[in-house]
């Protein structure tokens, strides 16, 4: 072997460092492979949706870092372990796949639904950001302002976690502010319908976004469990959350099949009562 590849000055340190970092790769393609292998192919973690929630996360540390690659590298590790950023990516990632689909299968515009046409005139605001949501999405891309005000402020300690000496002139002065974000709009726009309310759970009505939107608030569960729920390999759980609104029957079933075409439609029966569908869902909280 050539000695003249090793340099005098060369102590092992770096060679060192990396592999380390090799070993915690390695351990840790280990553990995911076992899981997988375990529970074989999921709809919550298909390709497409595992690499829209890293762009997406990569994205944030990229906008929250500036143009310091280094940091931006420490602040994406920091984000993709935090559960609570990580679930409202992936549930972004899930929603716009959702959307997709059934403008593909239903022709269901996901900006601009029938239950949004019908009352564009007090949705502006809703419909420019459910636009620069969904494109920026298609982009993997996050809009960080759209983000709820405890992530945003999750993300803002994450960053300066990062850099010890908190010399981020561009994040000395941020604040959390969800007000104008799209979550905000979407639970603003569902207030306001008025005798349209009952539109609201009926996604070819009201497109994906303000279903589920409506579905938390009537179900009373976090809006990520409602949207993740809608990709699980059983449906049950989303079965529960519908008949939890206290819909009648034949429209859980209707809204079931129209999420999840392959559902069983006997979970239509999943529950004999709201109350009986929440004490079902808690139980397994």
Request: proline residues 4%; aromatic residues 2%; charged residues 20%.
């Amino acid at each position: 072997m050539d000695q003249a590849v090793f340099s005098d000055s060369d102590t092992g340190g770096e060679t060192g460092g990396a592999l380390a970092t090799a070993d915690r790769r390695l351990s840790a393609c280990g553990e995911t492979l076992e899981r997988m292998v375990v529970t074989g192919p999921s709809r919550l973690l298909d390709d497409e949706t595992v690499a829209r929630v890293r762009a997406l996360t990569g994205d944030l540390a990229a906008q929250l870092a500036g143009t310091d690659r280094d940091l931006a590298n420490a602040v994406h590790a920091m984000l993709v372990g935090n559960r609570a950023i990580l679930t409202h990516c992936h549930a972004l990632a899930v929603e716009w796949r959702l959307a997709m689909r059934l403008s593909a299968r239903l022709a269901l515009d996901p900006v601009l639904p029938p239950l949004v046409q019908r009352h564009c005139a007090t949705m502006m605001g809703l419909i420019a950001a459910q636009t620069r949501s969904f494109e920026a999405t298609r982009r993997m891309l996050l809009v960080a302002g759209d983000l709820p005000a405890d992530l945003q402020n999750l993300a803002y300690a994450t960053v300066r976690a990062a850099r010890a000496d908190h010399a981020l002139t561009h994040l000395a002065d941020a604040r959390a502010d969800d007000n104008g974000g799209r979550l905000a709009l979407l639970h603003q726009a569902v207030a306001g319908l008025g005798e349209d309310l009952d539109h609201a759970l009926r996604v070819d009505e009201a497109g994906v976004s303000l279903f589920f939107t409506a579905l938390a608030i009537a179900s009373g569960h976090p809006r990520e469990t409602v949207v993740l729920a809608t990709a699980e390999d059983d449906p049950v759980r989303l079965a529960l959350l519908l008949c939890a609104t206290g819909l009648p029957r034949d429209d859980v079933a209707r809204q079931l099949l129209a999420l999840r075409p392959d559902a069983d439609i006997a979970l239509a029966d999943a529950a004999p009562n709201a109350v009986a569908a929440e004490a079902l869902l808690g139980a397994v909280r």
